[in-house]
């Protein structure tokens, strides 16, 4: 509010709200009871899950999807190419499934 009591409209934010840019492990302690130990040792060791924020959107905004990567939805990467320039990663380094059911397949 102002010195008058008015309430001041600030423009949005171009920074991505926090929880955007956490990231953490794919392995969970179950995974034990559905997963092989081979599964098992790469969700924990490789893969974390992370929203994406706005740079994710341009780096892979050309990346053939049918449907475009929105701000803070979920993606899968290989936690050891998380800080590599996008260009030295490989092609399946990060996945966007679009639907819960392709998580299995990312």
Request: glycine residues 8%.
């Amino acid at each position: 509010t102002d010195r008058e009591g008015t309430q001041v409209q600030h423009p949005p934010s171009t920074v991505p709200p926090e929880y955007y840019a956490k990231f953490t492990d794919l392995g969970l302690p179950e995974d034990k009871f559905w997963l092989s130990e081979l599964q098992c040792y790469l969700r924990s060791d490789f893969c974390e899950v992370f929203g994406a924020t706005q740079q994710e959107l341009q780096l892979h905004a050309s990346s053939g999807r049918n449907r475009p990567i929105v701000l803070g939805q979920v993606g899968v990467r290989c936690k050891y190419c998380r800080d590599v320039p996008h260009e030295s990663t490989g092609a399946q380094s990060v996945s966007y499934p679009s639907q819960i059911t392709g998580i299995y397949n990312s």
